[in-house]
Every structure is written in C-alpha cells, then in structure tokens.
C-alpha cells in the first residue's frame, strides 16, 4: 500500500529530480537484525540510481558495525555513506576547544569518539563537559559520575540524539531521551546541544552536494526522522514497517509527502 498524504493526491515524489536518499535504519530498512526484505530489494534495485545514505542516531555501535551489518543483508555499503550524531558532535567539540569530557557511552561509540577525535581525553578528572550517548552498558557508576559532575554549574552537557526509544523486535527499549529524563529530575538538567535527528547539522556533508530539492528522506518515526526531513526542507517518506501508525500519521498537522507500508513500495 502507498498512500499520498495530500487529500488532493499531488504531493507524490517526483524521482526525476531526486539524486540522494537518506535512509533510517532500524524500521526503515531492518527491524533488529531481521532485514525488512522489500525495503533491501528496493534499495538494490535503485543502487546505481541514487546516491544512498544511511543515518542512524543509535550511538551503540560503531559506524563500521551498521555498514557490516547492511553488507550481510546484501547492501554493498560503504563507511562513507554513512552518517551519524557523532559528525557534528566532533566539529563541535573542536569549535568550542574542549579537550576533556567524562563520556557516557558503551565501547564502541567510546572508541569511535576517540578514532575521529584523538586528542579528547575522556575522563571524569577536570572534564569541560558531560556527553551522553545511548549506553548499552550503563552503570550506576556512571550515572552517579556523570550526575556529580552536572552539579558543577561550569560543566557542559551534550547529548547525541533525542529518541526516546530504541525498536526492538520485542519492544521498544530506554534509549538516550528517556536516559535525559532521568538527568533531568537527579540534577535540573537539560543538555545545552542535541546533536542527533531532528538536528540538520546530521545532513551538513549532503548539503555541500546537493541542494534540498534533490534529497528524500526515508524513515519510520515523526518525532525524529519526519521532523528532519521538514526542518531541513526535504521530501519526507513515512514506512509503517517501524514505529508510526498510519492513524498517527494522519493526525499530523504537516503531512509526509508520501505514506507507503515499506521503502521497496515507494522506491521506483
């Protein structure tokens, strides 16, 4: 099924004009490990048509995992299609000289912060800023560091995205928003700069190639992927095969410009 959301049925894409699509992962393209096997059959069939990106705000894993992961379900991806919170948290840290920051985060995003930024000591010892990413392996030490620290006026607070949930194929599970409302009632505090979806900074490589008209949007979540696409004047494609309803949808004040079950129905 593919609905138009436009009640005067004009609003479909023009694929003629498009170059670049940017892809959700998790119940765009794959729910959990389980490919979503008309989203993958949709891509492979346009992939020499369009200039493909992957985005996820899901900071648990290394970009490297997610490009392994797409090349197991037969999606030739490459690392630099892939786009992340951790982009322009980086070209932020640098721009505000700050070299020390205690990082709530598992291994692997730790790891990848250190490889993209090298000279960032991540500790709690004098650290300029608390950054949170989504941990799979929280502690309670670390939240009782990373609170104590965030009593210390002069120490920043970064997040690397907003979702509240993280899909599962049991369920949703806590993610970093749900993490900040924990934060928010032990210590007062907001972060200063979320850098994940809806934040358009996540898009600024696809800004310097191609001009809004020529990129689409794909994903599953109004909250973070629709509000991307609106906050940076793009086509945005709604798939029910993850989080929203259609009812939901629906109810939306600025509709998606096309509302389809999966990518591989919407895809020409």
């Known amino acids: 099924m593919q609905t138009n959301a436009s009640p005067d049925n004009t609003s479909a894409i023009d694929w003629s004009e498009k170059r670049c699509v940017v892809l959700d992962l998790d119940g765009t393209v794959y729910l959990g490990s389980i490919p979503i ?12 048509r369009f200039d ?32 992340a919170p951790t982009t322009p948290l980086v ?24 490889r993209r930024m090298p000279e960032l000591v991540q500790t709690e010892e004098e650290a300029q800023c608390v950054i949170l990413a989504y941990d799979t392996e929280l502690t309670y030490e670390k939240l009782a560091r990373s609170a104590l620290l965030l009593q210390k006026p002069k120490v920043r607070f970064f997040a690397t995205h907003p979702d509240l949930v993280c ?11 749900s993490f900040l409302g924990l934060y928010e009632i032990a210590t ?7 850098f994940g979806k809806p934040n358009t900074e996540v898009l600024e490589p696809l800004f310097r190639l191609y001009p809004p ?6 994903g599953d979540r109004l909250s973070t992927d629709k509000r991307l696409a609106e906050n940076a004047g793009i086509d ?3 798939v029910l095969s993850g989080e929203a309803t259609l009812e939901e949808a629906l109810l939306e004040q600025r509709k998606p410009t096309v509302i389809a079950e999966t990518l591989g129905s919407v895809l020409p």
């Not at 392994?68 to 892939?82: C, H, T, V």
């Not at 899909?167 to 928003?177: A, F, N, R």
Request: a positive charge.
């Open 91 to 114: 070209d932020f840290l640098v721009e505000e000289g700050i070299k020390r920051a205690y990082v709530v985060g598992n291994t692997a995003f730790r790891a990848d912060l250190a």
């Open 37 to 48: 096997a008309p989203a993958v059959a949709g891509i492979l069939r346009n992939w020499e």
């Open 167 to 177: 899909p599962s194929p049991e369920g949703p599970l806590p993610d970093v928003g």
């Open 188 to 194: 007062g505090r907001r972060p200063e700069k979320i």
């Open 236 to 238: 945005f494609i709604l």
């Open 52 to 83: 493909f990106r992957f985005l996820s705000n899901n900071t648990s894993h290394s970009p490297a995992t997610y490009v392994d992961k797409l090349n197991r379900m037969g999606i030739p991806a490459r690392l630099e299609q892939f786009l």
């Open 213 to 218: 008209s020529a990129l689409v949007m794909a």
